[in-house]
């Protein structure tokens, strides 16, 4: 299944060997297509997701197409693994996608080069609220809009903790409450079920516990939280391995990177996730898992509206107002909302909302619910972090992996993590 | 010769390049001399657990792998009923073992509610997650690798089929036990191909990514046991932004590799046997 | 021949082991069988998984499916809007075509280092050995960059071409080592009957590299298919995907994968590796023994 261009790249083939031919041919390709008036004009959109993120997308796409004539676009869509690598490389060889779904990690580091085209320029923020587009605002460019928000939500198994005569934490609940309920579920199962998934290597949760102690996890200029408090944070969770309502940190190791997988195995009766994947993981148990708000004290403390993905237009589109328009057709176009549902999040256009509820199962309910509640009394989102916070994030597990497996203590291992994150983030 | 000039000597020498820079790929790489070699050494302490993680993983999983591929393949060669199919499942696991799935069935097999433990438990043993161990994580990759003895396998099967059948016949009039008849005839015949499947399996396994990768979601753990060279290779030149620093990572390996090879190739003339 | 030359003066010629008691061989049977089972859990795992709906696949350990349902095959199959069939007939291609560049291009590239005098084997062979030496992943920036120059990006041109430039240095180095191990005495005895090189080539070398050549190709066939970072940086359109592109778009990175799916089409896409290794491996056995050659 040769496609119509690789014709002309056999026939390159022959005179492959020359430097001087990939020079010129360089030359040729970047001067092709500017995207005037009247030619028909070829998009590139790129995604990750599962099948059926691929279906309504492609969907929605082909609205798009009908709905302005004369633009097409390639759907390069795939799973997540592998994703950050492609879109990398592709950038290198000048060849980005026109528009992209993109995650909050690596953004700034594409943003802060220079790599991301200004969206205020061509979508309508109309329906958006102000604060939420400052997340994504880097060096004073809108550099990405939300494809789907979502907030930090504790799931339990509660199938589980009924049988052993136990009832979970609900509505209100502080951390010393899912501490003494972890202990309980230990000793009630004989041991065989941990209350709840050691999280003490997950940033995210950290950022909630720093949240509600009036810190952040990180701001613009760095960490921004104390060592006691992160001393603290991994002390707490150091009690509740020695009282067995933790899970033992071989296992927590085996479901680092989906700690909601030891509750769907049933290795553990509760665990920490976001509100977007509640519905796909009651999927896959027969088991009634409940959706409940993050511990701690104070209604929703510590909990903000997070930003689950991105979209984006790269600064190498050679179309940039069809790209814009896109980008306005998926974010804003109440049919288009229609269509995606609230498969990648809840849109942060409240325009659309409603268009895009439509339809939703109890499960997704149960997470509108929470997510309005944050909506109302949450913390205000984070500023973008700077460049290299990705390797603190990964520095963040380590650490506490080391305080897990016993090789340092709480308050040793938050005073390594201060220094060498600080070195990190230079 | 053209393709390998264009297509990998070029790319060859400009990563060489690279590793005298400090590249993000999302900007024009910026010469700083040695100083990725410096650090590497110097300031980098997840770099040494790498380098110790993939040294014991060669020196364990590669002759481990070719003593039972050459095993399996003396047993596979020939004088039993439905051969053909015994090939077959066996080098059925070679067939997954570099896809995404192996870290789910990799789960089944070492994870807490896996194969070994429910095994163990018959035994009234309790266990433990395998994979989520420090101790034993990098023993299950061990045993991946193991399991995936298909390739060499299938090269010891091949190279079997070239050692001529009189041999043996000669051997067995003379009255020279099997385990002698392997010794003296199979081994100095099959020598070529083990030294062959020998470089090439630690060349491989010097640049193992993917089990580890797979395995551990990507992050090398649990406490870095797992940290393959190219894995954290990966982790900074990927999700890092430091292309510039993998690179110098990359042509440290290259050299460590190079040198491996030359001196299995020096001390090969001892114990290969060539007909020409 | 050079081996412990005691061997050689033998003459008669016996059949060797056959004799061996019918219980020695029921024991291995039993042992190969034990050991086959022990291997294969986890592909019987996945089997069982694709049978499953997804409630069921990683909340219960047993591999049985209960209930059993074929929806996992029905969605993967449409899955993602394109089709799964599509992704095959993609992978067959590249992989195809990949298997005859590199059994091209590699048989003769090794046949001039193991047979031939030139200036700079040595060097050239070294160069060669390099290639396997520097970690993939470093390469790829600067190979996308000159893949993109030329054009060829989001064609099979980068997954395909390579191959018939004998840069797979793993196969050159293999077919050396089995060249090797084929007495001179049969090229010298060509030579002497009139034959070049590219005659002794065609009618001496190429049948009793049979096995290595199977090998190379079972191999190259099953590393093509199963490849997935360098299909996934140059294709960029679904319609040229190959199958682990198609088996990766099952999986999001968070609770939504499409696990059910991905298993049912991972076990599918098993059957065109495992049938052209079935019939690989006929030729694998074809070796010197069974084309009668006697030293």
Known sequence: MFTHRNRKGLKLAAVVASAAVMLSLAACTSSEGDGDSDEPIELRMAWWGDDVRHEITNSALDKFEDLNPGITVVRDFSGFDGYLDKITTQYTGGNSPDVFQFYNEVLVEFASRGQLADLSKGVSQDGWDADLLQV??????????????????????TTAIEALGLTAPSGDYSWDDLAEFAAEVRTASGGSLAGVTDLSHGYQVFEVWAKQRGEDFMDADGLAFSEKTLADFWQYWADLRASGGATTPDITSEYQGTPYDAVVAGVAASTFLFTNQYDGVQGRTPNVISLERFPGEGEDAGQYMRTAMNLVISKQSKHQEAAAKLVDFLLNNEEANGILGL????PANANVIE??????????????????SVRENGAPAPVPAPAGSGTVNTLFAEVAQQVQFGQLS???AAKQFMAQAASELG | MIGFFVITLGPMLYSLYLSFTDFSMLAAPEWVGFDNYIKLFTNDPKYLDAVRVTLVYVLVSVPLQLAFALAVAMVLNRGLRGLSLYRSVYYLPSLIGASVAVAVLWRQMFGSNGLINQILDWFGIEGMSWIGNPETALGTLVILNVWTFGSPMVIFLAALRQVPQYLYEAAAVDGISRWGSFRHI?????SPIVLFNLILQMIGAFQAFTPAFVVSGGTGGPVNSTLFYTLYLYQRGFTGFQMG???AMAWILFVVIALVTAVNFWFSKYWVHYDD | MTIDTKFDQSTVAMTVGTKRSAGRSTFKHALLIAVGLVMLYPLIWMLGASFKDSEHIFSEVSPIPNPFILDNYVRGWNGAGVGFGTFMINSTIVALFSVLGNLVACTLAAYAFARMQFRGRKIFFACMMGMLMLPHHVLLIPQYVLFANLGWVNTFLPLVVPKFLAVDAFFVFLMVQFLRGIPTELDQAAKIDGAGPWK??????????KPALATSAIFTFIWTWNDFLTPMIYLQDPRNYTVPLGLNSFLDASGDSAWGAMFAMAVISLGPLFGFFLVGQKYLVQGIATTGLKG
């Open chain 1, 136 to 157: 994504s605002t880097v060096d004073g460019e809108l550099a990405a809009m939300p494809f789907g928000l979502s907030t930090q939500g504790f799931i339990f198994d």
């Open chain 1, 343 to 346: 498969n990648r999040g809840f």
């Open chain 1, 355 to 372: 268009a895009a509820s439509a339809g939703a199962n109890e499960n997704v309910q149960r997470a509108i619910e929470i997510f309005e």
């Open chain 1, 410 to 412: 709480p308050a040793d």
């Open chain 2, 186 to 190: 199979t081994l100095p015949m099959l």
């Open chain 2, 245 to 247: 620093y993998a690179s």
């Open chain 3, 200 to 209: 002794t080539f065609f009618y001496v070398i190429l049948p009793l590299l």
